[in-house]
């Protein structure tokens, strides 16, 4: 049980933490990243991830870490 906890301080402590993130989008064969710096996953997630369709292009952009 203690190790399980531990884990999980873990995670969210990783999660929380300030970091540069890519945003990579998708549309057709077209790729395209954009950095974005000092957020938090939850904020590069809030900011990033999307999908819909533009002119009947179907696009979806999600959020990886930068490389």
Avoid: Q, R
């Avoid at 974005?36 to 179907?58: I, Q, R, W, Y």
């Amino acid at each position: 049980m203690k190790k399980v906890l531990i884990v999980m301080a873990a995670g969210l402590l990783f999660a929380s933490c300030k970091k540069d993130w890519a945003c990579e989008c998708t549309a057709g064969d077209l790729t395209h990243t954009e950095t974005l710096n000092n957020k938090t996953l939850k904020e590069a997630t809030d900011e990033c991830n999307d999908s819909g369709s533009v002119l009947g292009v179907d696009y979806e952009c999600k959020v990886n870490v930068f490389k």
